[in-house]
């Protein structure tokens, strides 16, 4: 594993591997993205660069005028803290002191300016374990839920943060176990002043972000997360951890959590539950949220013409444009001194002069901010629509994509184009004009257009159809190469989702229960219940009788993940009859199976083994070979379990048997590892040992199972076991 990731500017090339040389003499290892071929821009870049901190024992940005200023170099240094790495930071070249990132102002730095070997030295001392006064030292506090705040805050660290300064210090004094709200119109820079309160931190942070779909259940997620807790580790004990040192909890945009609905009520008790601890936490809303005790609250109010001027040169700065001051001035007086729309009409100068910009801020005639910034969207639509080459297309696209939820790729812009037009040069349009920006191989609508220019319901019923036509089939998505794809499409499948629950709920309820093996393996059991509950709901109002036998079985089966085995038996219970009544052969063997996994799991091995015959039974009558070889897989291990190795043995060569004629991984790999142990339990090491290798021959086959935890639970149980090295 290399001990160092060295963020760096691509200008700043020989120097970084200067550094990895002299670190060299020391015994130190050095990853850097150009030594092993990766650039910007090359595909999965972002992975790359993720899985080369991963594998770091540490992280170093090699700080100039130029590295301070690069996106990448900033995504860089917030995925190491994200990963609960040390960042240290290598000072090269002098910086401007309002152009360092604020979470690295407050540590030691190593100065290669002087004496570059030196400087080298003391960061090898340090990466060693020196605790002397002089040596360099690291941010070390995690932020976990960076990506997201990053994602939503693209000006991080290009475009510091100005005539705040104020409002930072009273909010810092503010902070204590409550909620600290921080009120004002949207894109006042209430999501900025909780980052630079977050990076911070002397603990770290957790930062969520709402939307129409998020839940209380993702900030103890979160927390879970942060603490290295499994997922079904007790929402209490997770609250517990947050007693000592607890890190600062951001709940940011939560506007998009209606007053007076459940969904407000969940968050408003957890948020108290939490100050209950003594964490910390900040709210940024566009109203108070008055039912939050204790609280205290900040509104933000306009900064001066002069700060709004630097504002405007920052961005103009962060987006390449030239701007005179005067301009500057001007942009920022007619955009009335708001944030968000001198941002928008400084990236507007990319394809329109400034006489035009300007003019079309004078003749804004709102007073509200907010409906300002979306009259100054619409009004730019109709100048692209009229100018623009692909103009009129563009605009038509434009009302369509609003509806998308994150990034989405070009098929997805091309299954929601109106027939007859050439979505590429559209979209190229769209993204000249700033309306769409690229993210990676995706591209995503920039989230103010959205609420501008909401979709229509013809729009939303095409984006369920075409999300719904990718990731509703259950049999596919049983096959684990295609889960990176529905991780991908995730906020475009939650939004399908809401909006299907209520307009096409048989589809919708349906769509859950094909997405339950993915959600099991990335143990998203929170939402997964939440899922299976509102399906349940919408599945009861439409009397689809089948919705609500599946998703009682869903139901079931997070309880069962979640070891409440008590009520997972109730669960099934529930869904056995209705498959029954409606006939329902399959679905009913699974809840049998189901039921017998739960008295497996509760030491009832007779019933276990009642409950896997009749199943056997169903799925064999039925056809089902993965049915069975799943229930073959289980009844040996009730026969491993009670030490009856000779059945055990029959039964999962039974299951490994029918697991290699469908091509199924994942019995193959259980089937061959219940082998394995029952040659283990009887003495019998060579074959046990032969029993693993085949069963790591076959993971390292597949990238999914390769890294997986479980795979390498089993690569310990063979280490143990004396078998030597795995290869």
């Known amino acids: 594993m290399p001990d160092l990731f060295i963020s760096h500017a691509t200008k700043d090339d020989t120097h970084a591997d200067a550094l990895a040389a002299a670190l060299a003499t020391h015994d130190l290892t050095c990853w850097i993205d150009h030594q092993g071929g990766l650039e910007p821009g090359t595909q999965n870049w972002d992975r790359a660069i993720r899985d080369a901190i991963k594998a770091c024992g540490a992280g170093l940005l090699l700080m100039s005028p130029r590295s301070l200023a690069s996106d990448v170099c900033a995504a860089e240094c917030l995925t190491v803290r994200g990963l609960g790495k040390p ?118 942070a957790i930062w969520h972000r709402c939307s129409e779909t998020s839940g209380a259940y993702q900030v103890i997620d979160l927390i879970r997360q942060h603490y290295g807790f499994d997922e079904k580790t007790p929402d209490d004990r997770a609250l517990a951890a947050l007693d000592s040192g607890a890190p600062l909890i951001v709940i940011d945009n939560a506007e998009d959590v209606t007053a007076g609905t459940e969904r407000r009520t969940a968050y408003t008790d957890l948020l108290q539950r939490i100050a209950a601890h003594g964490a910390f936490i900040v709210l940024t809303a566009r109203a108070v949220w008055d039912e939050l005790k204790p609280r205290k609250e900040h509104p933000l109010h306009p900064i001066t013409l002069d700060q709004a001027e630097q504002v405007a040169l920052a961005f103009a700065a962060a987006e390449g444009i030239t701007l005179e001051a005067g301009e500057a001035r001007q942009l920022a007086e007619h955009s009335r001194l708001h944030p968000r729309l001198i941002e928008f009409s400084i990236r507007q100068l990319h394809e329109r002069d400034f006489a035009d910009v300007k003019r079309q801020l004078v003749e804004l005639k709102h007073d509200d901010v907010q409906e300002m910034l979306d009259e100054m969207i619409r009004k730019t639509v109709r100048q692209m629509r009229e100018t623009a080459k692909s103009g009129a297309n563009a605009e038509a696209l434009l009302k369509r994509l609003t509806v998308m939820r994150g990034a989405f790729d070009r098929e997805a812009v091309r299954a929601l184009t109106p027939d007859g037009m050439n979505a590429d040069d559209a979209l190229v349009t769209l993204t000249r004009w700033k309306f769409v920006r690229k993210d990676g191989e995706r591209w995503k609508v920039d989230d103010v257009v959205s609420g501008a220019l909401p979709p229509d319901a013809d729009t939303q019923a095409a984006h369920f159809a075409y999300y719904a036509g990718l990731h509703a089939d259950g049999e596919a998505n049983n096959n684990e190469d295609r889960h990176p794809l529905i991780a991908a499409d995730w906020l475009n499948i939650r939004a399908g989702l809401a909006w299907g629950l209520e307009q096409q709920p048989t589809e919708a309820v349906a769509w859950i229960d094909a997405l339950g093996y993915s959600l099991m393996l990335r143990d998203a059991y929170s939402e997964w219940r939440e899922l299976a509950q509102q399906g349940y709901e919408a599945a009861a109002r439409h009397d689809d009788l089948l919705g609500q036998a599946n998703m009682l079985k869903a139901l079931g089966d997070v309880a069962q993940m979640t070891n409440e085995y008590g009520s997972a038996r109730e669960y099934y219970a529930q869904a056995l009859p209705v498959y029954e009544a409606i006939g329902d052969r399959l679905g009913a063997a699974n809840t049998l199976k189901a039921l017998g996994d739960v008295a497996r799991m509760t030491n009832e091995y007779g019933s276990a083994r009642e409950y896997y015959g009749k199943a056997l039974h169903v799925y064999e009558k039925s056809g089902s070979r993965l049915g069975a070889a799943n229930t073959f897989q289980a009844l040996g291990d009730v026969a491993r379990m009670t030490n009856e190795y000779w059945s055990a043995r029959e039964y999962f060569g039974k299951a490994l048997t029918l697991g290699e004629q469908i091509g199924d991984f994942t019995v193959r790999l259980n089937s061959l590892v219940g082998l394995a142990r029952v040659e283990a339990a009887e003495g019998h090491q060579a074959e046990a040992c032969a029993y693993f290798r085949r069963l790591f021959a076959l993971a390292d086959s597949h990238p999914f199972f390769k890294s997986h935890p479980v795979v390498d639970s089993w690569r310990r149980q063979y280490a143990d076991l004396g078998c030597g090295e795995v290869g």
């Open 87 to 204: 960042l240290y930071v290598a000072y090269l070249d002098t910086c401007a002191q309002d152009d360092i990132w604020l979470y690295i102002k407050m540590i030691q730095y190593a100065d290669l300016r002087a004496d570059f070997n030196a400087g080298a030295a003391a960061i090898a001392r340090a990466l060693k374990g020196e605790k002397s006064p002089a040596a360099p030292t690291p941010v070390k506090a995690r932020i976990t839920g960076a990506e997201t705040m990053r994602a939503y805050l693209p000006y991080l660290n290009t475009v510091p943060l100005t005539g705040r300064d104020a409002d930072l210090e009273k909010l810092r004094a503010m902070l204590g176990a409550h909620v600290t709200q921080i009120t004002a119109v949207g894109g006042t820079g209430k999501s900025r002043i909780a980052a630079e309160i977050a990076l911070s931190a002397a603990h770290g």
